[in-house]
T-cell receptor, first 113, second 115 residues
Framework: DAGVIQSPRHEVTEMGQEVTLRCKPI?????LFWYRQTMMRGLELLIY????????DSGMPEDRFSAKMPNASFSTLKIQPSEPRDSAVYFC???????????FGSGTRLTVV | GENVEQHPSTLSVQEGDSAVIKCTYS??????FPWYKQELGKRPQLIID?????GEKKDQRIAVTLNKTAKHFSLHITETQPEDSAVYFC??????????????FGTGTRLTIIP
């Protein structure tokens, strides 16, 4: 298995532009998580899905952030409009079941200028 | 919700010595405690985990201990090597409570092994 695949690896965009981050979880994993990592705030959970259904989106910073999981093999995290404070590394992770540990993707380093 | 505190935030040890990182959690219902290692510019990777029905678990040079009464758990690395240098994160979750089974991470410990 190729693991959790995220794209793009790096994204530089101007303030106000729309940004879409993509994730392909490990086949057969029921859970998918989106995390944001910054030096100041560490690893923050933004949202997670179970069997493609959003379970908890309480970590989504504001209405500018949205996430979808249209099928078991694909998820997107969208920021519209983007702001400089959104600059961070965004990780997607998947898990076979809860209590089995997460496998993280390589992350997307987002820079908003 | 769950709150996980991790100490120390930075730790430097001589190569060959042992390193210990400690975490406390707030939710007594938490029952799953993994540890992740993140090398510079890389993804966090699971290195060991423990469940609440076990007090200790070992994997070669790495061990994790859990004290449910005190609500704390620790990572022990023996015979440290330069490749152990990384940021280590602890985490906790209630793996049996649907809707609350997400991992809450500690703030990380930057471990540096001095050759």
């Amino acid at each position: 298995d190729a693991g959790v695949i995220q794209s793009p690896r790096h994204e530089v965009t101007e303030m106000g532009q729309e940004v879409t981050l993509r994730c392909k979880p490990i086949s057969g994993h029921d859970y998918l998580f989106w995390y944001r990592q910054t030096m100041m705030r560490g690893l923050e959970l933004l949202i997670y899905f179970n069997n493609n259904v959003p379970i908890d989106d309480s970590g989504m910073p504001e209405d500018r952030f949205s996430a979808k999981m249209p099928n078991a093999s694909f998820s997107t995290l969208k920021i519209q409009p983007s702001e400089p404070r959104d600059s961070a590394v965004y990780f997607c992770a998947s898990s076979l079941r809860i209590g089995s540990g997460y496998t993280f993707g390589s992350g997307t380093r987002l820079t908003v200028v | 919700g769950e709150n996980v505190e991790q100490h120390p935030s930075t730790l430097s040890v001589q190569e060959g010595d042992s390193a210990v990182i400690k975490c406390t959690y707030s939710d007594s219902a938490s029952n799953y405690f993994p540890w992740y290692k993140q090398e510079l510019g890389k993804r966090p990777q699971l290195i060991i985990d423990i469940r609440s029905n076990v007090g200790e678990k070992k994997d070669q040079r790495i061990a994790v201990t859990l004290n449910k009464t005190a609500k704390h758990f620790s990572l022990h690395i023996t015979e440290t090597q330069p490749e152990d240098s990384a940021v280590y994160f602890c985490a906790a979750s209630n793996a049996l409570d649907f809707g609350n089974e997400k991992l809450t991470f500690g703030t990380g410990t930057r471990l540096t092994i001095i050759p």
